[in-house]
């Protein structure tokens, strides 16, 4: 799996290329309803409460929602100790660890949990797994903050490097990347072993460790269900139908955005160029000299908006006609949480 990619914003060249590319999207693209969720519990509570309403680390992974969300009062925040005691604080869609809702109790907050079903999903399997005495094995990008929840859902919890390969650990967790990752893992009883993943990595990616991870260890348990999500499933089949016809791949998507990675590496990997820019800002025409089809997806946390402007910019840079591809159709809606919708409004502002 490759590093989280960067993107550069568009630098003036000399003169402008020749561009006759027409415009393909695909479908589905953008927002999921986890993320759908996220952005409507922030805004709920900012309604009923007031600014500010303090949010622990970006709601979801994208520049334009979370400046958005700012400007009417959230404040986003890496640690609760940067939280007054007694204030608000909504847990972002990528999840916590047990210990961040402890000491979310311990300081007094009220807290809202604005963590994507799907990944709570994942933390009632990792649960259960450890119940039934089982090792799990999570496949993930260290660091990423869905995986500091996951891997947080067991007592005194560490993603540090070399951990794969620590006897000792207590916490019955280990974390991996990639095959080779596997090759050096070592765990107490390959006969109770099981493992999740991260839901927003590549499907392709994933295969290849878990197929790494039952070939190593013959009797791994895996999920009832997959935990690469259905939005992220949906959209790395999308962007691979679109890119079959096309010889440009445009990402729309924050640099920090798993998933949104993920759309430009299964592009990437399809053989044709593919970039990912936050906005429209980033495009640079000579991407498109000599091309003759570009494709446009975003990831589950960019908004349509952003894909508009980026259409818009391509025109602008002489691109022709748009054509939307068919896809699936998704109808997934996740309930808000029960306590903030009972919660009364007040007009009160904290301080």
């Given at each position: 799996?490759?590093?989280?990619?960067?993107?550069?914003?568009?630098?003036?060249?000399?003169?402008?290329?020749?561009?006759?590319?027409?415009?393909?999207?695909?479908?589905?693209?953008?927002?999921?309803?986890?993320?759908?969720?996220?952005?409507?519990?922030?805004?709920?509570?900012?309604?009923?409460?007031?600014?500010?309403?303090?949010?622990?680390?970006?709601?979801?992974?994208?520049?334009?929602?979370?400046?958005?969300?700012?400007?009417k009062g959230a404040v986003f925040v890496e640690e609760l100790d940067e939280i007054p005691s007694g204030s608000i604080v909504i847990f972002s869609a990528h999840g916590v660890s047990k210990a961040v809702r402890a000491e979310a109790e311990s300081r007094g907050l009220t807290a809202y949990d604005a963590t994507c079903p799907l990944v709570t999903k994942v933390h009632i399997e990792?649960?259960?797994?450890?119940?039934?005495?089982?090792?799990?094995?999570?496949?993930?990008?260290?660091?990423?903050?869905?995986?500091?929840?996951?891997?947080?859902?067991?007592?005194?919890?560490?993603?540090?490097?070399?951990?794969?390969?620590?006897?000792?650990?207590?916490?019955?967790?280990?974390?991996?990347?990639?095959?080779?990752?596997?090759?050096?893992?070592?765990?107490?009883?390959?006969?109770?072993?099981?493992?999740?993943?991260?839901?927003?990595?590549?499907?392709?990616?994933?295969?290849?460790?878990?197929?790494?991870?039952?070939?190593?260890?013959?009797?791994?348990?895996?999920?009832?269900?997959?935990?690469?999500?259905?939005?992220?499933?949906?959209?790395?089949?999308?962007?691979?139908?679109?890119?079959?016809?096309?010889?440009?791949?445009?990402?729309?998507?924050?640099?920090?955005?798993?998933?949104?990675?993920?759309?430009?590496?299964?592009?990437?990997?399809?053989?044709?160029?593919?970039?990912?820019?936050?906005?429209?800002?980033?495009?640079?025409?000579?991407?498109?000299?000599?091309?003759?089809?570009?494709?446009?997806?975003?990831?589950?946390?960019?908004?349509?908006?952003?894909?508009?402007?980026?259409?818009?910019?391509?025109?602008?840079?002489?691109?022709?006609?748009?054509?939307?591809?068919?896809?699936?159709?998704?109808?997934?809606?996740?309930?808000?949480?029960?306590?903030?919708?009972?919660?009364?409004?007040?007009?009160?502002?904290?301080?």
């Amino acid at each position: 799996m490759n590093p989280e990619q960067t993107t550069l914003k568009h630098q003036p060249t000399g003169e402008a290329p020749s561009i006759e590319a027409s415009i393909v999207l695909a479908n589905p693209r953008g927002f999921c309803a986890g993320v759908d969720r996220a952005i409507i519990i922030v805004e709920q509570a900012l309604d009923k409460f007031g600014a500010p309403i303090y949010v622990r680390h970006e709601v979801v992974h994208n520049k334009f929602v979370v400046d958005e969300l700012r400007a009417k009062g959230a404040v986003f925040v890496e640690e609760l100790d940067e939280i007054p005691s007694g204030s608000i604080v909504i847990f972002s869609a990528h999840g916590v660890s047990k210990a961040v809702r402890a000491e979310a109790e311990s300081r007094g907050l009220t807290a809202y949990d604005a963590t994507c079903p799907l990944v709570t999903k994942v933390h009632i399997e990792v649960e259960k797994m450890r119940k039934a005495g089982m090792e799990i094995v999570m496949i993930g990008h260290k660091g990423h903050p869905e995986v500091e929840g996951t891997m947080g859902q067991v007592e005194q919890t560490s993603t540090d490097d070399h951990q794969a390969s620590d006897t000792t650990n207590s916490t019955g967790m280990y974390l991996v990347e990639t095959p080779e990752d596997v090759a050096v893992l070592t765990v107490k009883d390959p006969a109770k072993l099981a493992y999740v993943t991260q839901t927003t990595l590549s499907m392709d990616d994933a295969a290849l460790v878990i197929n790494a991870l039952k070939e190593k260890f013959p009797h791994i348990n895996a999920p009832k269900s997959d935990d690469i999500c259905y939005a992220t499933q949906n959209r790395q089949d999308a962007v691979k139908i679109m890119a079959q016809d096309c010889d440009l791949v445009i990402i729309v998507g924050s640099p920090n955005s798993s998933n949104s990675n993920r759309l430009r590496e299964v592009a990437k990997n399809q053989g044709i160029d593919a970039y990912m820019v936050d906005n429209a800002s980033y495009l640079k025409p000579e991407w498109l000299a000599n091309k003759k089809k570009v494709g446009v997806s975003a990831g589950a946390s960019a908004p349509e908006v952003l894909v508009k402007e980026v259409i818009a910019q391509l025109q602008n840079f002489g691109a022709g006609n748009v054509q939307e591809l068919q896809g699936v159709v998704e109808s997934v809606v996740f309930q808000l949480p029960k306590n903030l919708t009972s919660a009364a409004k007040t007009n009160t502002v904290q301080s």
